[in-house]
């Protein structure tokens, strides 16, 4: 890749890495950078990999307490008289638990030990 295709790729990266960071979803960072979601995950998930071990623990510590806020909206919806309300929290906390163990990497299976 030349010299200058490696720095458009480096900022691309970066954009799709601030907006993720700002709280956009993975199809509005798509839709921002003019690509498609697959690209933005793919731009994201090579920038991740190539951040510093302290950068990227800043950044999941922000990522849980967006998820923490999110999910504190979501119980207080559990509350609520209406049942569809009701049902779309109960979903809503799901996703968040989904999003939650990915980021703490708690959704993937433990190693085997070998005997």
Not at 43 to 57: K, S, Y
Not at 88 to 111: I, S, Y
Request: hydrophobic content about 40%; glycine content about 8%; charged content about 30%.
């Amino acid at each position: 890749m030349p010299a200058g295709a490696r720095a458009a790729h480096r900022e691309r990266m970066a954009a799709a890495l601030n907006l993720h960071a700002r709280g956009r979803s993975i199809p509005d960072v798509a839709a921002d950078l003019g690509t498609t979601p697959d690209r933005a995950v793919k731009l994201l998930g090579e920038g991740i990999a190539g951040m510093p071990a302290q950068q990227l623990d800043e950044r999941r510590a922000t990522s849980e307490l967006r998820l923490n806020q999110v999910a504190r909206l979501y119980g207080d919806l559990l509350d609520d008289a209406d049942p569809r309300v009701t049902a779309q929290a109960a979903n809503g906390l799901l996703t968040v638990e989904r999003d939650r163990a990915r980021l703490l990497g708690t959704w993937q299976k433990p190693p085997r030990e070998d005997d």
